[in-house]
């Protein structure tokens, strides 16, 4: 059994210095993904993604952004979009799959831009981001089927890509798409995934429900440590009320392995390192924090980032905030470690940046 915090110290990360909070609370109670009408939702959400992508601007020179499309197990295809330097550095690129996020219910290739651009520059990586099937149209498992068809498209395809895995085989991913992390690092292990994955990034997954069946899978040891779903309950951004309406229409079986890695056989055991980010006023935030507590649990080697008193995604709703500024900073050490790679903090700062839409 780990030693890590306890839930005192757990509850503390809700809170943190009076300016934050009243910034914080100025962003008023509703959601950033409403998914009352969940089509107006995912609109909503490609608008917003198409913004940061405009406001980011064309890419550098000594990058090369290309979009194609892949094939599914049920012979549909979706598009890619791939994000790689014009020069590979020598000894080739690593390859990071990045899934983005969105609820199950939106997202696109371009969500992931500011990260994928950021990752490229500075590691010389090839980073593929993926897309899925929606929900509700497609609820679970259709959106994970995809998913590890992909990855295990891009690892077969890996040279075409001009990706070197032996430098770095890492799979990333946010919110929804950090659940798809979680899931499929299991599954990678079980099927023998070739390349294997020698890395992951997990930014504030999703890995319970409040359903008993869903809470009967948290380990009786640390049955204690969950409760960031009572404690914070209403909160900017991503409430109680908006995740059950995302889940109804995600409808996973909260029993299955495809959910959520709490229900695989040999569970953690034999993962790669870890880099996990959690944000403290976040209802999903003991979900990341158990995950990384049984990797540790497991001989897993971890790196875990914790934002006191902030919301699930700030640094997009709040980009100008210094916390949002060294949130994304913090992703490019995190993959510095990850990759055993070094990066300066003024390089990590300058690459790393999620824009302010006016």
């Given at each position: 059994m780990s030693h890590g915090p306890d839930a005192d110290d757990i509850a503390a990360l809700a809170f943190t210095n009076d300016r934050t909070t009243e910034i914080v609370d100025n962003l008023g109670p509703g959601d950033l993904l409403d998914p009352s009408d969940y089509l107006l939702a995912r609109e909503k959400a490609e608008a917003f993604e198409r913004a940061v992508l405009d406001r980011l601007g064309p890419a550098e020179p000594e990058l090369l952004e290309v979009e194609q499309s892949i094939p599914m197990r049920d012979g549909h295809e979706h598009p890619i979009r791939i994000t790689k330097p014009a020069h590979a550095p020598e000894g080739g690129s690593p390859?990071?799959?990045?899934?983005?996020?969105?609820?199950?219910?939106?997202?696109?290739?371009?969500?992931?831009?500011?990260y994928a651009r950021g990752l490229a520059k500075l590691f010389g990586a090839v980073v593929v981001a993926p897309t899925y099937c929606l929900a509700p149209e497609n609820p679970f498992p259709q959106g994970v089927h995809d998913a590890w068809d992909a990855v295990r498209w891009i690892a077969s395809h890996a040279s075409s890509l001009s990706a070197t895995p032996s430098q770095g085989f890492i799979l990333s991913g946010g919110s929804a798409g950090a659940n798809f992390v979680c899931v499929l690092a299991e599954l990678a292990k079980t099927e023998q995934l070739e390349p294997p994955l020698t890395g992951l990034w997990s930014c504030v997954p999703v890995l319970?429900?409040?359903?008993?069946?869903?809470?009967?899978?948290?380990?009786?040891?640390?049955?204690?440590?969950?409760?960031?779903?009572?404690?914070?309950d209403?909160?900017?951004?991503?409430?109680?009320?908006?995740?059950?309406?995302?889940l109804q229409y995600y409808r996973p079986d909260v029993r299955s392995s495809l959910w959520s890695p709490f229900n695989a056989t040999s569970a953690f055991e034999g993962l790669p390192r870890t880099f996990i980010q959690v944000c403290g006023r976040d209802i999903i935030r003991d979900d990341g924090l158990m995950y990384e507590r049984m990797l540790m649990d497991h001989g897993c080697n971890t790196r875990l980032n914790v934002y006191a008193g902030l919301p699930h995604f700030f640094w997009g709703a709040l980009p100008q905030h210094e916390e949002s500024r060294r949130f994304m900073a913090d992703i490019a050490h995190g993959f510095a470690w990850l990759l055993n790679q070094k990066v300066d903090v003024a390089h990590a700062e300058k690459a790393m940046v999620f824009p302010r839409l006016e």
């Amino acid at each position: 059994m780990s030693h890590g915090p306890d839930a005192d110290d757990i509850a503390a990360l809700a809170f943190t210095n009076d300016r934050t909070t009243e910034i914080v609370d100025n962003l008023g109670p509703g959601d950033l993904l409403d998914p009352s009408d969940y089509l107006l939702a995912r609109e909503k959400a490609e608008a917003f993604e198409r913004a940061v992508l405009d406001r980011l601007g064309p890419a550098e020179p000594e990058l090369l952004e290309v979009e194609q499309s892949i094939p599914m197990r049920d012979g549909h295809e979706h598009p890619i979009r791939i994000t790689k330097p014009a020069h590979a550095p020598e000894g080739g690129s690593p390859l990071i799959i990045c899934f983005h996020g969105g609820g199950f219910i939106s997202g696109t290739i371009y969500n992931v831009a500011p990260y994928a651009r950021g990752l490229a520059k500075l590691f010389g990586a090839v980073v593929v981001a993926p897309t899925y099937c929606l929900a509700p149209e497609n609820p679970f498992p259709q959106g994970v089927h995809d998913a590890w068809d992909a990855v295990r498209w891009i690892a077969s395809h890996a040279s075409s890509l001009s990706a070197t895995p032996s430098q770095g085989f890492i799979l990333s991913g946010g919110s929804a798409g950090a659940n798809f992390v979680c899931v499929l690092a299991e599954l990678a292990k079980t099927e023998q995934l070739e390349p294997p994955l020698t890395g992951l990034w997990s930014c504030v997954p999703v890995l319970f429900t409040e359903d008993e069946e869903s809470r009967k899978s948290i380990p009786k040891q640390y049955e204690h440590l969950w409760f960031s779903r009572q404690q914070i309950d209403k909160t900017p951004i991503l409430s109680n009320e908006t995740a059950r309406a995302l889940l109804q229409y995600y409808r996973p079986d909260v029993r299955s392995s495809l959910w959520s890695p709490f229900n695989a056989t040999s569970a953690f055991e034999g993962l790669p390192r870890t880099f996990i980010q959690v944000c403290g006023r976040d209802i999903i935030r003991d979900d990341g924090l158990m995950y990384e507590r049984m990797l540790m649990d497991h001989g897993c080697n971890t790196r875990l980032n914790v934002y006191a008193g902030l919301p699930h995604f700030f640094w997009g709703a709040l980009p100008q905030h210094e916390e949002s500024r060294r949130f994304m900073a913090d992703i490019a050490h995190g993959f510095a470690w990850l990759l055993n790679q070094k990066v300066d903090v003024a390089h990590a700062e300058k690459a790393m940046v999620f824009p302010r839409l006016e």
